[in-house]
């Protein structure tokens, strides 16, 4: 740096040469400057991050673009850190633009706003119980499931679901057979008092369908 200054000759040219040195020329200053907008722009509060960790990243881009020669009034600084805020903080937000004056309203004191407002719910987070995750206890007492059991039941289940096929297809083929639908509940034999016994052949008592002699006939034709 000291080779580029030794041909000034008064401390202007120094100050111009070092000036030019540190920030460039006029062309990388509005490169810079586009660049520094794009982020001011686009600015916003990161997921995880705290609000000391996102007015430490909002106040060093102002102030490189005041060094640019771009400035923000009190006002238009305010509603960008509340636009760049999550949903969360939208209640608070708008309690600020309710209650205070934006355009005297410093950043920093914006900043300090916002950050005892984060203490205070991170106090209040910590101080009530979480009923969102089990506890120890709770999930100690749950069981783990065993792959062999757990191969074991649906093995049964399957079991039982082709045996219900099984029935379903066995029933259909008796109704085919049969005139009348297959029941497990129709009446059975009564071998000790045949007159009780009737035929759904030809409707007559003392004998069953398949013993009826009108249907033996039937069967001859």
Same mark, same amino acid.
């Given at each position: 740096?000291?080779?580029?200054?030794?041909?000034?000759?008064?401390?202007?040219?120094?100050?111009?040469?070092?000036?030019?040195?540190?920030?460039?020329?006029?062309?990388?200053?509005?490169?810079?400057?586009?660049?520094?907008?794009?982020?001011?722009?686009?600015?916003?509060?990161?997921?995880? +991050? *705290?609000? @000391? /960790?996102?007015?430490?990243?909002? $106040?060093?881009?102002?102030?490189? !673009? %005041?060094?640019?020669?771009?400035?923000?009034?009190?006002?238009?600084?305010?509603?960008?850190?509340?636009?760049?805020?999550?949903?969360?903080?939208?209640?608070?937000?708008?309690?600020?633009?309710?209650?205070?004056?934006?355009?005297?309203?410093?950043?920093?004191?914006?900043?300090?706003?916002?950050?005892?407002?984060?203490?205070?719910? +991170? *106090?209040? @987070? /910590?101080?009530?119980?979480?009923? $969102?995750?089990?506890?120890?206890? !709770? %999930?100690?007492?749950?069981?783990?499931?065993?792959?062999?059991?757990?191969?074991?039941?649906?093995?049964?289940?399957?079991?039982?679901?082709?045996?219900?096929?099984?029935?379903?297809?066995?029933?259909?083929?008796?109704?085919?057979?049969?005139?009348?639908?297959?029941?497990?509940?129709?009446?059975?034999?009564?071998?000790?008092?045949?007159?009780?016994?009737?035929?759904?052949?030809?409707?007559?008592?003392?004998?069953?369908?398949?013993?009826?002699?009108?249907?033996?006939?039937?069967?001859?034709?």
């Amino acid at each position: 740096m000291l080779s580029n200054i030794q041909t000034c000759t008064t401390a202007k040219e120094i100050w111009e040469k070092l000036v030019q040195i540190c920030e460039g020329n006029e062309e990388t200053k509005e490169n810079k400057l586009t660049v520094a907008l794009q982020k001011f722009e686009l600015i916003k509060m990161k997921p995880e +991050e *705290t609000m @000391a /960790e996102f007015d430490e990243r909002f $106040s060093s881009l102002v102030i490189e !673009l %005041a060094r640019l020669n771009k400035t923000y009034s009190n006002r238009e600084l305010a509603l960008k850190v509340m636009r760049a805020l999550p949903k969360e903080w939208d209640v608070k937000t708008m309690a600020i633009r309710e209650l205070k004056d934006l355009n005297k309203l410093e950043l920093h004191d914006l900043f300090a706003n916002l950050k005892a407002y984060e203490f205070e719910l +991170e *106090t209040k @987070a /910590e101080m009530e119980p979480s009923t $969102s995750q089990p506890t120890k206890a !709770l %999930a100690a007492s749950i069981p783990d499931q065993n792959p062999c059991s757990t191969d074991s039941r649906s093995t049964d289940e399957m079991s039982k679901d082709a045996m219900a096929l099984l029935i379903r297809k066995f029933g259909k083929f008796l109704r085919k057979q049969n005139s009348q639908p297959f029941s497990f509940n129709s009446p059975k034999k009564n071998f000790n008092n045949p007159s009780e016994n009737k035929c759904y052949n030809c409707g007559r008592t003392g004998h069953f369908m398949d013993d009826c002699n009108r249907q033996k006939q039937d069967e001859k034709k």
